[in-house]
């Protein structure tokens, strides 16, 4: 196990401390602050935890995904929400998140100057 940081286990990420910032299932509102799961601490939360593991992370956050849709499905089917709602707020915030560092264009590049 040289070189590899041990990542922490789904069992031990969704055990609560004092003052974690875990989901309350099956409403997949965050036990501390009450906000809609995952909040802005848990974020932060997941993406110290899967620091230089993008792929992990998302794999995880899809599996949540698929949990909280079926929990908010059963509390109330009308109300459970548009797809695209639901993979913003479980895919969309670390797709964001990943794509700051790197370098975008708008415009498009200069055309190369013939050789005299």
Known sequence: MSGE???PTRARRLTSGPGDHLPLRPLWLCRACGQPWPCGRAKL??????DGSRVSLF????????DAIDDLHKL????????ADM???FL???????????M???SPLPAEEPEA
């Open 87 to 89: 993979f913003d707020r």
């Open 45 to 50: 939360a997941l993406l110290a935890d899967y």
């Open 59 to 66: 794999l995880y956050l899809a599996g949540l995904l698929h």
């Open 5 to 7: 940081r041990a990542r």
């Open 76 to 83: 109330n089917p009308s109300t459970t929400g548009s797809s």
């Open 92 to 102: 969309g915030w670390p797709a964001r998140h990943s794509r700051s560092h790197r």
């Open 104 to 106: 975008t264009t708008t």
